[in-house]
């Protein structure tokens, strides 16, 4: 309510980040703290100090939506791919050979702590991967964040 009444209230973007990133909404928590810190520096351009909780939260919001970086090694004929993550998100591997057209490889992966792993056996000549990310978004959407490597 306070934030239909007043959308560049301060505390009221801040508060709904909080509120967002609790209920998994970490899309949507990140765009709220940009708000935010948009706010504070058209109200308070000259402010004595930095808005240090929002550069924070900021901060730790970006690692958590930022598309996952795929990272591979070839090891005695298989491609071990792998890329941090954030715990209690969706994870996808799909693969393809001509970078258009993409199918599941699968989401059941190795994890140990933030880091998933999978290992491909090579059957292809050229084979692509690429890791989705699935965002929690409005109900009826889904987004995916990706990265992309090519197997050696």
Known sequence: ???????????????????KQAAGLFDDAFQNVQLALDQVSLQSPDAPEPPSELLLKEAELEQIVAAPTLEHALVNEHVVLNW?????????????SDLSGWSLLTTNFTTVSNRYSFTVDLTRDRQFFRVARWVRAAPSSRVFRQSIVRAP
């Open 84 to 96: 941090s993550g954030y715990p209690g998100l969706n994870y996808r591997l799909e693969t393809s």
């Open 1 to 19: 309510a306070l934030l239909a009444a007043y959308p560049t209230n301060i505390g009221g973007l801040t508060y709904n980040v909080y509120l």
